[in-house]
């Protein structure tokens, strides 16, 4: 099985960065798609950040400028760097990663971190 595991989420103050990370179990070369989305209270899951296997990447429009989404294949990581942060963007961060196999996709979901932002 296939586990995603998130670090480096904590408490900052507004304006401030943070990196998170994602570790997982298997090569993120056999993932189509890896990203993260976030879940504020009272507010539904959201796509945040996605990069594909040839590097492309795409942002919800809050973050653009701010987020930056990378990957690092020797280590079978996943980034996200954010900076300027905002007390909006605080939220619980979950990675997530896409691949298709005969025909079929399957999606993997890590645990989540919090991200707290400070006014």
């Known amino acids: 099985q296939v586990q995603l595991v998130e670090s480096g989420g904590g408490l900052v103050q507004a304006g401030g960065s943070l990196r998170l990370s994602c570790a997982a179990s298997?090569?993120?070369?056999?993932?189509?798609?890896m990203g993260w989305y976030r879940r504020a209270p009272g507010k539904q899951r959201e796509l945040v950040a996605a990069?594909?296997?040839?590097?492309?990447?795409n942002y919800t429009d809050s973050v653009k400028g701010r987020f930056t989404i990378s990957r690092d294949n020797a280590k079978d990581t996943v980034y996200l760097q954010m900076n300027s942060l905002k007390p909006e963007d605080t939220a619980v961060y979950y990675c997530?990663?896409?691949?298709?196999?005969?025909?079929?996709?399957?999606?993997?979901w890590g645990q989540g971190t919090q991200v707290t932002v400070s006014s």
């Open positions: 997530s990663a896409n691949q298709f196999y005969a025909g079929h996709p399957y999606f993997y």
């Open positions: 298997a090569s993120i070369f056999s993932f189509n798609i």
């Open positions: 990069i594909t296997r040839g590097g492309s990447t």
